[in-house]
C-alpha cells in the first residue's frame, strides 16, 4: 500500500524559506514510469498544481512559482522536495504530496486527476 508522508511546513515571513518533504513507502523510484507532484489547497479554492517530476527528469511548475519553487527527489530515500524560496502571502495553503505510477503528458502532469495517491498534507502560512 502506497503511503506518502508531508513534512516541513510551518509559518514564516514573507520573503522566507522553507523546504518541504514527502516520504513514500510502498512505492519505489523504477525505471519504469512514474510521476510525483506537489498540489496546494488554499480555504474556499480548488487544489491546483505547483510542481511535478517525472522519471525522465523534466520539472514542471506552475506559472506562480517558476523562478521561487524548486522540486526534487532522492530516490535513494525515496522522498520528493520542494524548495520554497520568495514565499509570499498568497502560497499560504496546505501542501499535499502526490503519486502517480503511470506516465504522465507534460501538459497534464498538475492536474490533481492525473494522480491516484495523495498525502494528509502540510501547512504552509506566510505573513506579510
Known amino acids: ?6 513534512s516541513g511546513g510551518g509559518s514564516v515571513q514573507a520573503g522566507g524559506s522553507l523546504r518541504l518533504s514527502c516520504e513514500a513507502s510502498g512505492y ?7 510521476c510525483m507532484g506537489w498540489f496546494r489547497q488554499a480555504p474556499t479554492k480548488d487544489r491546483e498544481g505547483v510542481a ?4 525522465d527528469g523534466w520539472p514542471t511548475y506552475a506559472d506562480s512559482v517558476k ?3 524548486t522540486i ?5 530515500k525515496n522522498t520528493l522536495y520542494l524548495q520554497m524560496n520568495s514565499l509570499k502571502p498568497e ?3 496546505m ?10 503528458a507534460t501538459w497534464v502532469r498538475l492536474a490533481k486527476s492525473s494522480y491516484g495517491y495523495w498525502g494528509q ?5 506566510v505573513s506579510s
Open 52 to 55: 511535478a517530476l517525472c522519471n
Open 121 to 125: 498534507g502540510t501547512q504552509v502560512t
Open 28 to 34: 519505489t523510484y523504477r525505471s519504469s514510469d512514474h
Open 1 to 6: 500500500q502506497v503511503q506518502l508522508v508531508e
Open 72 to 76: 526534487s527527489q532522492d530516490t535513494a
Open 67 to 69: 523562478g521561487r519553487f
Open 91 to 93: 502560497d499560504t495553503a
Open 95 to 104: 501542501y499535499y504530496c502526490a503519486a502517480a505510477y503511470r506516465p504522465l
